[in-house]
């Protein structure tokens, strides 16, 4: 079992940042992957940015690379989602999610992950 809490969502206006961040506890060892997902009113929940563990391999959905950078500190057990450059299109729930099952490859599909977080939400006003 992996337990994921979310934290630092907010409101901001265009043009700033947010800082998400994302506690793992329990069997964090058996996660291959974390990613961020967002879902926005009247949408699917969509993949945001991904990392794999092992080597630390890093994923983006177009519309945020170069904007969104995800990081971790293993130490602490922490994922982070560092947003700059927000849009009003950015505003969502935010979640953090965790790949158990994959030992290669990163998926963007939810269905591929196994434990989620509460979800933060973040509002950008234009």
């Known amino acids: 079992q992996v337990r994921l809490v979310e934290s630092g969502g907010g409101l901001v206006q265009a043009g700033g940042s947010l800082r998400l961040s994302c506690a793992a506890s329990?069997?964090?060892?058996?996660?291959?992957?974390m990613g961020w997902f967002r879902q926005a009113p009247g949408k699917e929940r969509e993949f945001v940015a991904g990392l794999r563990w092992s080597g630390g391999n890093t994923y983006y959905e177009d519309s945020v690379r170069g904007r969104f950078t995800i990081s971790t500190d293993n130490a602490k057990n922490m994922v982070f989602l560092q947003m700059n450059s927000l849009k009003p299109e950015d505003t969502a729930v935010y979640y953090c999610?965790?790949?158990?099952?994959?030992?290669?490859?990163?998926?963007?599909?939810?269905?591929?992950?196994?434990?989620w977080g509460q979800g933060t939400q973040v509002t950008v006003t234009s």
């Open positions: 329990g069997r964090t060892f058996s996660s291959n992957v």
């Open positions: 999610a965790a790949d158990v099952r994959h030992l290669f490859g990163l998926y963007r599909a939810p269905k591929e992950y196994d434990y």
